[in-house]
């Protein structure tokens, strides 16, 4: 694609940026084919190479964002599934990371949605603020259905019926390992998730150090940064993800980590890209330390002597988050040691579409969203399981909103078949969210 910047708008290093992935885009249109909003929308604009366009020329003419290329840009879900498919590389992640903080800064949204970006900042990477907001979304449960704000709606639809206790495992200290230690890692606790589903964290605390790990949960980290992030809050994002490389480059030079092992896929995308979100920064080098040895928990458990066997005799449908699959091409290790396990596993059609979770984008476009969690809920259930498993947390509560079998972390089930308890979620007196459970 030509493009056409001036040498004072190339002195800036995202414009550059910008630029090397605008001019490695042939036009082919192969996007437009995996793009989940052009398939749900029909609109050119809605697909990555209509926003392509659009944000080629809003940074090319440095103009005010208009409404018409911000409601196509707020649209992208931003699961990377376009990325995939590109034959020439285009790092499109990047491109709307950028397009996105631009209108951040240059664009005034409406007071309302204003309004809902500032709540959803102060609150989703704050856990004690999460439980807080949570215990309001139940009282205002019942009541719903007469707000008239569809993400307001959404938002008290998607808050489980009970509010976990606070894990105590996600306070900073360390794990030893049961066996002679094989690996010193550092577990990223997370935000979101530590509000909404402690189990994950507890299963990944017990099934790696009964493989061998060292775990340790490091002083100081938090949020990774990608709800704001996505936002286009650079200052908010950059922020908490400063965080973060303290705290993990401290352990670093402290014991030595031979991973930070991640068990929320959009996290995990995230903070392997802070090389890049620091590029030019003091903590440049610190931050590509840390993304370095950024680990899915499935990249790690497939370097330990998983048991084989040991599992139940159950069906898992396996659903593989967009954050994993296409933002950190993880494609079959999570699969494989399902099967390692002795887990019969089972795929969806169109297993690369997204679910519409997309960090905070069910509550921002929930019409959208909602139409793609039907879509993949009736793929996954048309193959019969007894549970779907995924490993990010969204795609979790997005689609265990809507499914008719449990929804529980690929962790929960590998700890289960290795001698740790059979999960919460599978029980039939679970209450904790609307997902009917096995019986």
């Not at 499109?92 to 950028?98: A, C, K, R, T």
């Not at 489980?160 to 990223?188: H, I, T, Y």
């Not at 903070?271 to 890049?276: E, I």
């Not at 984008?361 to 779907?388: C, F, G, H, W």
Request: aromatic fraction near 4%; proline fraction near 6%.
């Amino acid at each position: 694609m030509r493009t056409e910047f001036t040498d004072a708008q190339m002195q800036d290093p995202a414009i550059k940026r910008s630029n090397q992935i605008l001019r490695s885009c042939v036009h082919c249109g192969f996007c437009t084919a995996t793009c989940p909003t052009y398939q749900v929308l029909g609109d050119e604009l809605d697909s990555p190479r209509g926003r392509i366009y659009l944000i080629k020329d809003m940074l090319e003419t440095g103009r005010v964002p208009d409404a018409k290329t911000v409601g196509h840009i707020d649209k992208c879900l931003g699961c990377l599934a376009c990325m995939s498919t590109c034959p020439s590389g285009v790092h499109y992640m990047h491109l709307v990371d950028h397009a996105r903080n631009y209108i951040e800064e240059n664009y005034k949204r409406p007071l309302s949605e204003r309004a809902l970006r500032w709540v959803l900042a102060q609150i989703l990477p704050y856990p004690m603020r999460f439980r807080v907001a949570l215990l309001g979304a139940k009282i205002a449960r019942p009541f719903s259905k007469i707000i008239p704000d569809k993400r307001l709606r959404a938002m008290i639809s998607m808050a489980p019926k009970q509010v976990p206790p606070v894990s105590r495992n996600d306070d900073p200290q360390s794990f030893a390992p049961v066996e002679p230690r094989k690996k010193r890692v550092a577990l990223m606790t997370g935000c979101a998730q530590r509000a909404l589903d402690t189990d994950i964290n507890d299963a990944t605390i017990r099934l790696l150090t009964r493989l061998g790990c060292e775990v340790v949960v490091a002083k100081g980290q938090g949020c990774c940064g990608a709800l704001t992030h996505h936002m286009g809050k650079q200052s908010e994002s950059h922020a908490a993800a400063a965080k973060n490389i303290a705290a993990w480059t401290a352990e670093m030079d402290d014991g030595g980590l031979d991973a930070i092992v991640i068990n929320t896929s959009g996290c995990g995308t995230t903070v392997k890209d802070y090389g890049h979100m620091f590029a030019g920064d003091p903590l440049e080098i610190d931050a590509k330390r840390v993304a370095s040895i950024a680990k899915d928990v499935s990249e790690v458990l497939k370097d330990l002597d998983l048991p084989a066997g040991g599992a139940p005799d159950l069906t898992i449908a396996y659903h593989a988050a967009c954050s994993l699959q296409h933002g950190q091409q993880i494609k079959t290790a999570p699969k494989d040691l399902l099967k390692r396990a002795g887990f019969r596993v089972v795929e969806p059609k169109d297993s690369h579409l997204c679910c519409g979770s997309a960090g905070t984008y069910n509550l921002m476009q929930p019409e959208i969203s909602t139409q793609l969690k039907d879509r993949k809920v009736t793929e996954l259930m048309a193959k019969n399981p007894d549970v779907i498993a995924a490993g990010n947390i969204g795609c979790m509560m997005q689609i265990g909103s809507a499914a008719g079998v449990p929804v529980v972390h690929t962790v929960e089930l590998l700890d289960w078949a290795t001698g740790g308890p059979k999960p919460a979620k599978m029980y039939a007196n679970y209450i904790a969210s609307d997902v009917p459970v096995l019986r």
